[in-house]
Nanobody, 127 residues
Framework: QVQLVESGGGLVQAGGSLRLSCAAS????????MGWFRQAPEKERAFVAA????????YYADSVKGRFTISRDNAKNTVDLQMNSLKPEDPAVYSC????????????????????WGQGTQVTVSS
């Protein structure tokens, strides 16, 4: 059974940093694109970042480009999201997800491409 478990969320002051981690099991995740998404109250889930199965290519939402960095460790089946310079508009529940196709050559921002999701971790930013 595929399982994704996020950790690392919490409360941080604006301008601060957090590092989220997603631990994956139940699939050979080294062969899958992984993504991070976020959902704020009363808003739709939004794309944050994605990384190819090899880790060679990354893709970011414009709102986080230059502040967030996605990375993966295929030996440990983990995908991290380093978040720097956090802003008041960043608070949300952050979830990781795995692409539906093995060895997918692209990187997608669309939720429909991802078939398994974690429960999420809350990020709160105080001003």
């Amino acid at each position: 059974q595929v399982q994704l478990v996020e950790s690392g969320g919490g409360l941080v002051q604006a301008g601060g940093s957090l590092r989220l981690s997603c631990a994956a099991s139940g699939r050979t995740f080294s062969a899958y694109v992984m993504g991070w998404f976020r959902q704020a109250p009363e808003k739709e889930r939004a794309f944050v970042a994605a990384i190819t199965w090899s880790g060679g290519r990354t893709y970011y939402a414009d709102s986080v480009k230059g502040r967030f960095t996605i990375s993966r460790d295929n030996a440990k089946n983990t995908v991290d999201l380093q978040m720097n310079s956090l802003k008041p508009e960043d608070p949300a529940v952050y979830s990781c997800a795995v692409d539906r196709d093995i060895n997918y050559s692209g990187v997608s921002r669309y939720t429909g491409r991802y078939d398994y999701w974690g429960q999420g971790t809350q990020v709160t930013v105080s001003s």
